[in-house]
C-alpha cells in the first residue's frame, strides 16, 4: 500500500515537471506573439549571437586553431555539439521568458496560505504584468490547477493573502486551462464623486457608460444586453444614474420615453423637452402599446429584408432607425397591484404584459427597458421581466433588496453604509457612477436635440 502511495507520488511529481516545462514554453511562446512582443529583442539577440557562435563554433568551444577543424571528426562531433546547444538555449530562452519573476516565491505563499488542489499541489504563475491601457491593474494568469473557478473565487481572500494585492476580477480563459485575475494595490480606492465629462460619451453603438470601477470604465453594450435593471435603497444615487443612461441614450439620438408617477418632479423641464413624458397608468399603457407596435413592425420590416437587428437592417438599407428606451424610476410603484379595484389590477396585467413583450424581444430591434426600484418585494417585477434584464445594477441595498435585483447578498456586503452612487452588477464590479448636472450637460452641448418631431423621423419610424 505504502509502495503504491510512492509511485504514485512519484508519477505525479513527473507528471508536474513535464506540466510545468510545457506551460513554461507554450507562455513563453504566448509572450513573443502576444503578450509583450517587445520581448522578440530577446530572441533577436539569442538569434544574432547563435549566427556568430556557429561561425565561430570551433574556437567558441574548445579554443581550437581553424587548422584542428581540418580533422573531420572534430568538425563533425563540433557541428553536431553545437547544432545541440544552439537548440537547447533556444527552448530555455523560451522557457525563461514564459516564467515571471518571483513564481516560486507566490507559489510557496499559496502553499502557505493553504490554496492548493487535492494533491496539495499550488497553481502555476505563469505570467504576470500591468495591464498597458490601466497601469494601475495587474493581471496574474495562472494554470487552472484540475480547481473549477467557483473555488478561485470562493477562495478569494486566501488568493488576496498569498497575492498581497486586492482582487476585482477573476475569469477563464477561453479554453478553461487558464485562470486570469485582476488585482489592485490594496490601498487603492474609487473617488466617491466623479464628474461626467461629454468626452466620455461612447461613439459605438450601442455602448453606454456606467462610471469608474477601479479596472476602468464599467459600461454596457445595449446591443448585446438590452435592458438594465436598477436597484437600490433611497438615496443611493439609482435616479442619477437612470439619468445618467438617459441623457447618454438622447446623445446617441435615441427616443426616450419616461413613466413618472410622481408628476414629473423627478424630472427637470430639460427632460420634459426632451423626451416623452407618461405620468398615469393609462398613459403609460398606450405608450407601451405604442412601443410593441412599433416592435411589431421593424419584426415585418427585418423579415422582409432579411436583416437580423437594428444595426444590420440601418447599414443594408441605409435608414436611421432609431433606438427606444423606456424608463421608469420607480417600477414596483408601478406593478404594485396591491389594494387596486378589478379594473385597475387588469389594467396594470395590461401594462405588464406589454413590458414582457419588450423585455423578451426588444433586443434586435432596438427597444430597450431600464427600469430603477427601492422597494424589496420579489413578486412584484413578473419573473419574465426580470430573468430577460441581463444587466443587474444594485446600490447600497439591503440583504433582501440585493437577493432580488442581483441573486445574491453582494450590494448589501459590498457597498457601505453611506455609499451614494456606488453600485455593484451582476458580474460582481463596483463602481461609482458619474454624477452630473441635467441642466449643464444638456445646454453646453447644443447638438441634444431632444425626441425629434415626425418629419425628422426616418419615414419607417412611426411615433408610438
Ligand atoms: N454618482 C454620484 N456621485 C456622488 N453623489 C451622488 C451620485 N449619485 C447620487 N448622488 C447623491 O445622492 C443623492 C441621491 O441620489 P438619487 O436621487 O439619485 O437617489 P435615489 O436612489 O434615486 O433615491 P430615491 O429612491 O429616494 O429617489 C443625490 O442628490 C446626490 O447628492
Ligand atoms: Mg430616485
Redesign the pocket.
Known amino acids: 500500500m505504502n509502495d503504491d502511495n510512492q509511485t504514485d507520488k512519484i508519477r505525479r511529481k513527473r507528471n508536474r515537471s513535464r506540466k510545468t516545462a510545457y506551460l513554461r514554453f507554450t507562455t513563453g511562446l504566448r509572450q513573443l506573439t502576444t503578450i509583450h512582443r517587445w520581448k522578440n529583442v530577446f530572441l533577436a539577440a539569442y538569434l544574432l549571437l547563435a549566427i556568430v557562435a556557429w561561425l565561430n563554433r570551433g574556437k567558441l568551444l574548445f579554443g581550437l586553431d581553424n587548422k584542428f577543424m581540418l580533422f573531420p571528426i572534430f568538425t563533425m562531433a563540433v557541428n553536431c555539439l553545437v547544432a545541440l546547444l544552439l537548440p537547447l538555449g533556444l527552448l530555455c530562452l523560451i522557457s525563461a521568458l514564459g516564467t515571471p519573476r518571483k513564481a516560486q516565491k507566490i507559489q510557496d505563499r499559496l502553499i502557505g496560505a493553504g490554496f492548493t488542489n487535492h494533491a496539495q499541489e499550488p497553481p502555476l504563475l505563469l505570467v504576470r504584468y500591468h495591464l498597458s491601457l490601466n497601469p494601475k491593474i495587474t493581471i496574474w494568469e495562472f494554470d487552472e490547477n484540475e480547481t473549477p473557478l467557483s473555488i478561485w473565487e470562493d477562495k478569494k481572500d486566501k488568493l488576496q493573502g498569498a497575492l498581497i494585492d486586492r482582487i476585482i476580477k477573476i475569469t477563464q480563459s477561453k479554453n478553461g486551462r487558464r485562470i486570469i485575475i485582476h488585482t489592485v494595490a490594496p490601498r487603492l480606492t474609487i473617488p466617491?464623486?466623479?464628474h461626467w465629462q461629454d468626452k466620455y460619451l461612447s461613439k459605438e453603438s450601442f455602448i453606454l457608460i456606467l462610471?469608474e470601477s477601479l479596472t476602468g470604465q464599467e459600461t454596457v453594450n445595449l446591443a448585446k444586453i438590452p435592458h438594465i435593471l436598477l436597484g437600490?435603497?433611497?438615496?443611493?444615487?439609482?435616479?442619477?444614474?437612470?439619468k445618467l443612461l438617459l441623457m447618454e441614450c438622447l446623445k446617441k439620438d435615441a427616443e426616450v420615453y419616461i413613466a413618472d408617477f410622481k408628476g414629473g418632479v423627478?424630472f427637470s423641464s430639460i427632460w420634459h423637452e426632451k423626451c416623452h413624458l407618461c405620468f398615469d397608468e393609462n398613459e403609460l399603457l398606450e405608450l407601451l402599446t405604442g412601443l410593441t407596435d412599433e416592435l411589431q413592425r421593424r419584426k415585418t420590416v427585418f423579415r422582409k429584408t432579411e436583416c437580423a437587428n437594428i444595426d444590420e437592417y440601418n447599414a443594408a438599407t441605409n435608414s436611421k432607425l432609431k433606438r427606444m428606451v423606456f424608463a421608469c424610476?420607480?417600477i414596483a410603484e408601478v406593478l404594485d397591484k396591491t389594494g387596486l379595484s378589478k379594473e385597475k389590477k387588469e389594467l396594470i396585467s395590461q401594462i405588464e404584459s406589454q413590458l414582457s413583450i419588450i423585455a423578451r424581444q426588444g433586443r434586435a430591434f432596438g427597444i430597450h427597458l431600464i427600469l430603477?426600484t427601492?422597494r424589496p418585494s420579489a413578486d412584484i417585477i413578473s419573473g419574465q421581466i426580470r430573468s430577460n434584464m441581463d444587466c443587474r445594477i444594485c446600490?447600497r441595498a439591503d440583504s433582501i433588496l440585493s437577493q432580488i435585483i442581483l441573486d445574491s447578498t453582494e450590494a448589501a456586503d459590498q457597498i457601505p453604509k453611506d455609499a451614494?452612487?456606488r453600485f455593484i452588477t451582476n458580474t460582481g464590479v463596483v463602481f461609482?457612477?458619474?454624477?452630473f448636472d441635467d441642466n449643464e450637460v444638456f445646454f453646453n452641448n447644443g447638438q441634444t436635440g431632444g425626441v425629434p418631431n415626425s418629419e425628422s423621423k426616418d419615414a419607417g419610424n412611426s411615433n408610438p
Open positions: 466617491s464623486v466623479m462610471g437600490g435603497a433611497s438615496g443611493s444615487g439609482k435616479s442619477v444614474l437612470l423627478d424610476d420607480e430603477a427601492q446600490g451614494q452612487g461609482q457612477s458619474y454624477l
